[in-house]
């Protein structure tokens, strides 16, 4: 751990010249003994505006307020912020694994302590474990680990489970396995959804592959519908956009691509009048150049993931890294190496956009997917006091979880 000395500029999207100098390491957990708090000074990226040299008061785990730091009341306890960039926590809505575990594989309630240890290290607060087609007993595994998860931690950062499959396209399965892709099955999805009230958040599905039947049945219990590892026309995935699909899962990855002729499930939602999309930013997925052309039709309504996986030598799905991405064992790009602050960073460097755009298709704008917008995504006053702190080299020196700090 190092000690930061900060001067703030003005000159470019990071705007914290930190100075490092060695000091003692402080506890990696540094939670007041008091509910209410100030962490101070920082540059906020609130999610509407950049504020350097300010403050936040955090009381009983939300932000009580946003003020200059000279504006701080005398007798509040504060926490050194040391000048680093505040963002509200990351948010990653489509993840398998980390740190050497791999949820698709282990669907269990040690292997969801682990990610979101990982995770929170990372600057990413909130996630939604991912499930691959897979098999059904691993489908309903996944499920009843996220549910007894949060029973054991209510307070957790996991926001449930996102099924990707089974009900997909094999034309566009990707690294799926083939033998576990069906078609969908109103009594599965019964016995999903009541494998625990609000688990299941996110479903890809291929829309042409959808009935009536299941669309509603998930649209009646609030589960997010994503089109994805579809063939879909442009005419299948318009009218899916406008029956109930609000997403589009890892816009341009096995998916119809968007032609002259037919302008497939790509061109239906750049069409779309609110349909969102995730990307996954790492320049393997899909080039840097069609994140930013994606980006001018899309404006708020694309936001990050990192489809991250983890090495795997056992169970349906085996993945080995190579160099910064993983591959299946028969070399099919499966999933990337990145985290959301990489995501970020990629998106300011690679394709071009402000710093505090990047922070929101990180932070607000996957939380609007899952209609959280008005408790994640944003530093104002009542939201929940879940924090990124990084510095100008773009590593996570700190986080904030509900209330608590944890230096790393």
């Known amino acids: 751990m190092r000690k930061v000395r900060c001067s703030v500029m003005a000159k470019s999207d990071i705007a914290v010249n930190l100075q490092l100098t060695s000091y003692e390491q402080p506890p990696a957990r540094a939670t007041p003994q008091f509910m209410r708090y100030a962490l101070t ?13 300010h403050a936040m008061l955090i009381k009983d785990q939300r932000i009580e307020a946003v003020l200059p730091a000279t504006e701080l009341p005398a007798d509040v306890p504060r926490i050194n912020a040391h000048g680093l960039h505040v963002a509200p926590g990351l948010i990653d809505l489509q993840v398998y694994g980390g740190g050497g575990v791999l949820f698709s594989t282990h669907p269990t309630v040690a292997t969801l302590a682990r990610m979101q240890d990982v995770f929170r290290a990372q ?24 549910q007894a998860f949060r029973e054991q931690q209510p307070d957790s950062g996991l926001l449930g489970v996102h099924l990707e499959g089974p ?27 009541a494998a625990g009230q609000g688990v299941l958040r996110m479903m890809t599905l291929a829309p042409e592959m959808a009935t009536p039947e299941a669309v509603a049945l998930l649209q009646a219990a609030g589960v997010v519908l994503s089109a994805g590892h579809s063939n879909a026309t442009y005419a299948q995935g318009r009218a899916a956009f406008e029956q109930g699909f609000a997403a589009a899962t890892h816009l341009f990855n096995a998916m119809s691509a968007l032609t002259g002729r037919e302008p497939g499930l790509v061109g239906a939602v750049y069409d779309a009048a609110a349909a969102q999309a995730s990307i996954i930013a790492d320049g393997i997925h899909c080039d840097f150049a069609s994140v930013r052309i994606s980006h001018k039709l899309l404006r708020e309504r694309l936001f990050l993931i990192t489809d991250a996986v983890e090495e795997s030598p056992e169970g349906a799905y085996q993945f080995r890294r190579a160099a910064d991405r993983f591959v299946d064992a028969g070399g099919t790009l499966a999933g990337s190496a990145l ?61 904030v979880f509900r209330g608590e700090v944890q230096w790393h």
């Open 123 to 146: 600057g990413t607060t909130h996630f939604v474990a991912t499930m691959p087609t897979n098999s059904p007993a691993l489908t309903r595994a996944a499920l009843d680990a996220a």
């Open 339 to 399: 985290t959301m602050l990489e995501a970020v960073r990629n998106c300011v460097q690679h394709v071009g956009l402000p710093l505090d755009e990047g922070l929101r298709m990180a932070t607000l704008y996957p939380a609007r997917v899952l209609g959280l917008a008005q408790q994640l995504g944003r530093l104002a006053p009542g939201y929940e006091a879940s924090l990124c702190l990084f510095d100008d080299a773009w590593h996570v020196q700190g986080t």
């Open 167 to 193: 009900y997909i396209n094999p034309e566009k399965k990707g690294a799926h396995r083939s033998e576990f892709i069906k078609q969908p099955n109103v009594a599965e999805l019964r016995e999903w959804l």
């Open 41 to 53: 000074p920082a540059l906020l990226h609130t999610g509407t505006a950049t504020l350097p040299e």
